[in-house]
């Protein structure tokens, strides 16, 4: 079994379960990048995330914060 939480989730899970979580606009207060607050779309994000490192790193580590947060 893998320690690594994020294994076995696709960009496209993560996304779509932060904006079921938090909705376009919160999400985009949280991570502050275009593609979440401007006409905002999963597949745009998705094409952002996928060439943007910095902005997929903020995503998946806000999936993990609010992953723990709700085992606790």
């Known amino acids: 079994m893998s320690k ?3 294994e076995g989730k ?3 899970f993560i996304v779509n379960f932060l904006v079921d ?6 999400l985009s ?11 905002p779309s999963v597949q745009s994000s998705l094409k952002f995330l996928r060439k943007t490192p910095w902005a ?17």
Do not use: A, M
């Not at 979580?21 to 919160?26: C, M, N, R, T, V």
């Not at 207060?29 to 006409?39: D, E, G």
């Not at 997929?56 to 606790?72: G, H, P, Q």
């Open 4 to 6: 690594d939480p994020l």
């Open 10 to 12: 696709t960009l496209e």
């Open 21 to 26: 979580y938090y909705g376009w606009e919160q």
């Open 29 to 39: 207060t949280h991570i502050n990048v275009k593609c979440f607050s401007n006409n």
């Open 56 to 72: 997929r790193k903020k995503v998946e580590d806000l999936y993990l914060s609010v992953n723990k947060r709700s085992r606790l």
